[in-house]
Each structure stands twice: as C-alpha cells, then as structure tokens.
C-alpha cells in the first residue's frame, strides 16, 4: 500500500476525535461493536455514576505526576487539567458513556476537547484496571466512613436512653420466656456493645479499603516511571499496595465490607425483634412514637411498629447477598439502606416512651427470681448451687400445681419442696422470701463486670461514652484528611497552571 492510501486509511479510522466514543472502536482491534444487551447487562452491573468524583480525583491526580515525573510534556498536561477542572464542576462535566465503558469519561472529554495528541496522553502508566479500582476504593472509602459516623451517632442516642433507666427493672426473656430481672439500661447497653464491634469491625474494613492501586496498571504495572505513592497522597490514600497483581486480583476488602454490613443489620435487626416484642400488647413495657407505626385498613386499633418492621427487612435483603458476588455498586447501595436502618433505630429509641411500672410489674409477677433465691439458699443456708437450685424446681412446679400467684410463695411453700427433694425443712421466713424475690434486691447484688446492676452500670456507660469520643476522633481526622488531600490535589493544579 503507498504511503497516500495509508495515510488515508489511518485517517478514515481514527475519525473526528470530537466524536471519540473510547478505545474500543470498530476498525482498531475489533470489527463489531458491542452485543447492545452485553452493553445494556453491564451498566446496569457497574454504574459509574455512584464513582465520577473517584474517576475525576484520579485524572487529576495522575495527570499532576506525569508531570512531575517528566512522562508527559507540562504544556500538554496544563491543557488537560485546565480540561478537567471544568468536568469536574458540578452540572458542568458529565460523564460521557464511551464504547468502554463510563470510566474512561475523563480521556473521552479530553480527547473531544483537545484531540487525541493531547487529550491522549493522560492514560500513561495505567489501564482500565486500575481506573476502576481507584474509583471504587474512593467511593468505598467515603461511604464507609459516612456509615461509621452514622454508627456513632445511634451509639450515642443509646447511651443517653440508657442513662435514664440504670435502676429501672424490666424482665430478661430467654426462649421467649422470662428468665431473670435486669434493667433497661443494660438491655440497652447490650446493643451498644454490639455497635462497638461493628464500628472496629468497620474501621478494619476502611483501612484495608484505603490502600492505593493506582499506577498498578493490569496487574504488572507499566514501562512508565509512575510515582505510585505520589499519586497516593493527592488521593489520601494512607498506604500503597506493595504488589501490582494483587492490586488488580484483590476484591476480599468487599466480601469484607459486605460481611461487616450484614453482622450490622442483624444487630440491629435483633433490637427491633425487642422493640416489636416490648410494644406487643401482652407486654405493653414501650410504646414507639406514631411516626414510626402504621395502623390498619380494617383494624383501626392497631398501632404496627412498620419501622422496626422495616429494618428487619432490610437486614433480610443485605444479609441475603453475603454469600453472592460482591460487586462496588450493590455494596454503595447497601450501605446507604443500612445508614436509613441506623437512622430509624436512632429515631425509635430517642423518641420511644418507656412504661417503667409495667416493667417492674411484670418482673414482680414473675419467676424471673427463682434463681436469685436458689443462690440465696447457698449463701445462707450452706447448701450447693444444685441442691438450691433443685429445691426451688420443685416450689415452682408445687405453686403452678397449686395455682399460686408468682409473686407471693410463702414459707410453707419452700418447706414443702425442701422436704419432698431433701428431706427436711430449711426454715425460712416471709423476710428472708423478700430477699430472694425482689427484682430490685436482685439487681442490687449483680456487681459483676458488665452486669447490670446500676452502680456498674454506669460504670460502662461512662467508658462507652469514653470509647466513642475516641472513635468520634478517628472519624473527624479521616474527614479532615481526606479534605486536606483534595485540598492539595488542587493547590498543586494551580500552581502548575500558574
């Protein structure tokens, strides 16, 4: 072929850069374009909306090392950065849909803009790979750290409820029957706990998420002298990864961050098992607020705690996809409907009212202190745990035989189950009765680490307060420092463009 029909070829493939659609084009390597459903089936999998800010803040900051490096003429690259400020001004740059797909917009707008001599230049010493990887650590990053504070602010409505109910007695339900007294406020604090460990477990998720892949290129980086770690900074990423393949091979920081997101809903999904459970009318210890229930299109009485309800949901929905593929999306999605279920448990339990003499009443009118008055048979009467507690059997089971209320067995009765299982009488009175079975005796004496009585109850309160301004701080000084590096992406952008 003469050098004429070459030239004439060449130019009939590369076409009019102002309509450059990407580096998949007919007549380069390929000679079909995309199976429209293949296209059609992919977006619909991995949006790049949700990463735009990720795929701009890389341009951005690749572009400024190709500089710096001397890989690409600063002249050239001033051009582009002038270019990608203006994409990056919000309802200005819009993502332009190429044949390979929305993360290469950036090289698409400045290749339209500048022509391909130019606007080409910025995909030096990276591919596809790392462009996604970047994008979607970006998105990842944020949306966990939003989620974390998220966590912090229902830890916080928590502790303040719980502070208010550190005498108050409730009853402790085990196999949906009542078990022993406890207090609101350590039923309260339980859940607390649980927030602690999905905070840290979420924290463990942020720093292996913040781990920068940029100039990994496909996996064996590229002829080109990046500065990975330069790149890194810019984008406040706190480490980079010490191997390109794993770079382009590591998704386990997503099942991670799904299975953190699932151990957090089920968390929650349990308190609101509590809430609907206290709001029940044999129960009637709560009641939610009228803005978190329905009624019903028949049954005008009804007050439905659809809230609580709809947190359980979507604890269904997020736990139900931990076993699939995670892909970024889904896992932005999720993370959104858990910060809704954060916000709905936040709203429920501050605004929620407590009826402390029904507590009290239905811990007193149980058997919830059988067990209390076995260990004060052991303590008093020198007898082992198992006798005590086999002794006491028996009155329970003599007092429902003999239709007896729980909450007022008499001497007479506990001689007759010493006899029947000992042989002989203990010899107790009415006062020492009122020892064994009142629920706030009982709670007094729980002086254990993490029982709930209420001296040591708000002992933990205190340190959970103590732990979340600790972590409060952890989350403040990854805001700052993800400001700051944006910050200086565009500080050092301007000072090139000076």
Known sequence: MGDDNL??????LRGDDKEYTGYRRVGIRLTEP???????????LDSTDEFSHGLNWFDKAHAVMLIEENIIPKENAKDCLLALKELSVPGVGKLIDTSSGGKHSGEAFLIQKLGMEVGGLIHAGRSSWDLSLVS??????????????HINDYRKILLNKASKFTDDVMPYYTHGQQAQPTTLAHHLHAFISAAERDWLRLDGVYKRIDISAAGAAAGTASRFPVNRKRVAELMGFSSVSTNTRDSGYNYDHLWEMGAGLGMLMENLSFLCEELILWMGNEYGMIQLADRYCSTSSIMTQKRNPTAAEHVQAISKRITGRIPTSYIAPELVEDAKHSMDALNLCSGMIDSMKVFKEKMFELTDN???QAADLAALLVKEKGLSWRIAHQIIGVMVRLAEEDELSPGNPTPELLD????????????VNEEFLRRGLDPNICIS???AIGSPGP?????QISNSRKLLNDDDLVNSKRKKHLEDAENLTNQVIEQILL
């Open 136 to 149: 979607h650590r970006v998105k990842l990053r944020s949306v966990v750290l939003d989620l974390m504070c």
């Open 34 to 44: 995309f199976n429209k459903l293949l296209v059609d089936s992919r977006n619909s």
């Open 366 to 368: 149980s058997w919830a």
């Open 445 to 447: 004496t729980r002086t």
């Open 416 to 427: 007759r189950a010493s006899n029947l299982f000992l042989g002989k009488t203990l010899d």
């Open 7 to 12: 030239k004439e070829s060449l130019g009939s």
């Open 455 to 459: 001296k040591e109850m708000v002992k």
